[in-house]
């Protein structure tokens, strides 16, 4: 059973264009929403995380969109460069012993490619 | 610098040829975790570890063993690899309990083979 639902698998954006990416996830326990970019032959890094508490949490290009009662939550990448070509995954997570991490639950990514 | 480590990068192996991936990260974290990645599949856990001594199943645990003697040391262990098992793994570090930051950084992957 899949935790994390996301969408689309791949997606294609012109340079200066808006990505958007959508997940959707189904336990309310979760309390703690991460975004990690992956580049081509290296580990995920963290790119943009929101708790529950907010709606929206933007960092440079970068937005977090977050809908509690649809359980759904979106990362916007504005002015999209080339350089943002990588496959990007987003996550869910409950506190577990004192930790904002315990069992973290990923979607299944998306690969965008940006258009020069 | 700060960095998580795993060795080796690359492994072609057997069925049945037990094989130990190490993983050691140089922050002090308390927290960390396995992931194998799959085309399609994303990232799924493996195990995790709270701290020294204290291990969990995550998703997909079955065919993986792990242990935390150390805190800067969290080796996965595949006593009887299979070929379902080939796939890309990454080991994973983040501060821990207390912190207000959930961040993992991650290692650079371990491409394994199993024929």
């Known amino acids: 059973q899949q935790q994390v639902k996301q969408s689309p698998q791949s997606l294609i954006v012109q340079k200066g264009g808006i990505s958007i990416i959508n997940c959707a996830y189904e336990?309310?326990?979760?309390?703690?929403f991460p975004w990690y970019q992956q580049f081509p032959g290296k580990g995920p890094a963290l790119l943009i995380a929101i708790r529950p508490d907010v709606s929206e949490k933007k960092e440079g290009r970068f937005t977090i969109s977050f809908n509690k009662s649809a359980k759904q939550f979106s990362l916007h990448i504005m002015d999209s460069q080339p350089g943002d070509s990588a496959t990007y995954f987003c996550a869910a997570s409950m506190s577990y012993r004192g930790s904002t991490l315990g069992r973290l639950y990923f979607g299944r990514g998306t690969q965008l490619t940006v258009w020069p | 610098e700060a960095q998580v480590t795993q060795n080796p990068r690359y492994l072609i192996t057997v069925t049945g040829k037990k094989l130990t991936v190490t993983c050691s990260q140089n922050m002090n974290h308390e927290y960390m975790s396995w992931y194998r990645q799959d085309p399609g599949l994303g990232l799924r856990q493996i195990y995790y570890s709270m701290n020294v001594e204290v291990t969990d199943k995550g998703d997909v645990p079955e065919g993986y063993k792990v242990s935390r003697k150390e805190k800067r040391n969290f080796p996965l262990i595949l006593e009887s690899p299979s070929p379902n098992q080939t796939s890309l793994y990454f080991c994973a570090s983040s501060p821990g309990r207390g912190r207000a930051t959930g961040e993992l950084f991650f290692g650079e992957g371990s491409r394994l083979t199993v024929l």
């Open positions: 336990n309310t326990a979760f309390d703690y």
